[in-house]
């Protein structure tokens, strides 16, 4: 009833969205904006490689088995001069080094649906370029599509309370991506596309004034907002391969 059902794009919520999309064989675009995406797509278009890995797990260990420094969070990491999960914290030097990269939202989605056929990263910066990859693979595989926004999670809800929070870049992401995307829409992902549509001549004033935003930048991180918010600026398509990120090049 509510895989969306006949229709070749799809959009689904967070963590059930990305396991029953995987489930279902679909191809799979992971969104999160603000900043695991961003993070990953800026990373490889630099030529870094990256490991993803939920949060709840030990990571520092993780690293350590496939030989990768472990990113820090923000904080921490601008005091030592290291790599960040913020995205502009990733330049040329770090072509060819290799890094494991935790989140809540874009990593533990990841981590949950990466036995998918194909799991793409999918951002702002290269909404088109990951939209023509899905385009393409679906050609070759005829699978369906699922364009997952990941949301954030309330830091204050209780036990018995969903934590998902709806994040709305990552709605307006996911609907960037959709609207580059060729077959036929479900009605979620038809509205998805089109609070995009509507929003796209004022996008980067409505993602600095949302709240995820508002709490990156009163954290000093205005620059990431900046950088996240910009569209089509990459070509650089991120595909999950032997649990690290590769940079698609036309082949599963």
Request: net charge negative.
């Amino acid at each position: 009833m509510f895989s969306q059902s006949p229709y070749v794009c799809r959009m689904e919520w967070g963590r059930r969205g990305a396991r029953e999309a995987a489930e279902r064989g679909d191809i799979i675009i992971i969104v999160d904006i603000l900043s695991f995406s961003s993070t990953v797509v800026s990373a490889l278009h630099f030529g870094a490689v990256i490991y993803p890995y939920p949060p709840y797990g030990n990571g520092k260990q993780y690293a350590k088995e496939v030989n990768a420094e472990y990113i820090l969070g923000r904080a921490e990491a601008a005091k030592a001069g290291k790599s960040t999960l913020s995205p502009v914290s990733f330049n040329e030097e770090h072509s060819k080094k290799r890094y494991v990269l935790s989140s809540l939202n874009g990593a533990f989605c990841t981590w949950i649906a990466s036995k998918a056929q194909a799991l793409f990263i999918g951002s702002l910066l290269n909404a088109a370029a990951v939209a023509s990859a899905a385009n393409q693979l679906r050609l070759k595989t005829k699978a369906n599509i699922t364009v997952i926004p990941c949301g954030e999670q309330w830091s204050n809800g209780g036990e018995e309370e969903d934590t998902l929070r709806p994040a709305m870049e990552d709605y307006l992401g996911a609907g960037a991506i959709l609207s580059y995307l060729e077959g036929e829409k479900s009605p979620e992902a038809e509205v998805c596309m089109g609070a995009f549509l509507q929003a796209e001549p004022k996008l980067d004033a409505l993602i600095w004034d949302s709240g995820s935003s508002r709490e990156l930048r009163e954290r000093g991180f205005a620059a990431d907002v900046e950088h996240c918010s910009r569209l089509n600026v990459y070509q650089s398509v991120p595909i999950l391969k032997d649990n690290h990120f590769v940079l698609y090049n036309g082949e599963l």
